[in-house]
């Protein structure tokens, strides 16, 4: 008899092991199947048209010409270029690498089509400050837009210090 309560209470053990077992491995397959989501990421597009408290309208891509008339409200100065580096070597550095040189210069432009040399004169030639924001705004063909990723005023300093390596 004691060997048979025992041989029950082994089975008994042994099925509620594999049914934990089974759970646990439900819950940590479970958890590689579903997004993570971090404190403060948006899971949601902002709507058309929405303007921030304090921030501008960012024109879509499609109205990219009307875009390209807006003046550059921010005066080149070495504070606005210092501040544009800042910015750049954070959000644009990734693709068009450090020195603007675009192709495969910067470490995630070798998983992607090669950006364009920003310090290229006919290129900066060939586009206004507004067009610039624009872009880096509203985002282009390959590139994302980084309208809720900086402000505005971030963006119009970027365009400073691409002008100012273009000089060179």
């Not at 008994?12 to 997004?35: K, W």
């Not at 282009?140 to 980084?146: F, H, L, T």
Request: with cysteine.
């Amino acid at each position: 008899m004691k060997y048979v309560f025992l041989l029950v209470l082994l089975i008994v053990a042994g099925t509620a092991a594999a049914m934990g077992g089974v759970v646990a491995l439900r819950f940590v397959d479970n958890m590689t199947q579903t997004p993570a989501i971090t404190t403060g990421e948006r899971v949601f597009a902002m709507p058309a048209g929405i303007v921030a408290r304090g921030g501008t309208l960012i024109l879509p891509r499609e109205q990219r010409e009307l875009a390209a008339k807006i003046p550059n409200p921010m005066k080149t100065s070495a504070d606005s270029v210092a501040v544009g580096k800042e910015r750049y070597v954070t959000f644009c550095a990734p693709c068009h690498g450090p020195e603007a040189k675009g192709g495969v210069t910067g470490p995630v432009a070798t998983k992607f089509v090669p950006p364009p040399d920003l310090t290229n004169a006919q290129l900066q030639a060939g586009r206004t400050d507004g067009y610039w924001h624009s872009y880096i705004m509203a985002g282009g063909a390959v590139m994302p837009s980084y309208a809720e990723a900086m402000s505005s005023e971030e963006a119009w300093h970027i365009v400073n210090f691409l002008r100012s390596v273009a000089a060179r």
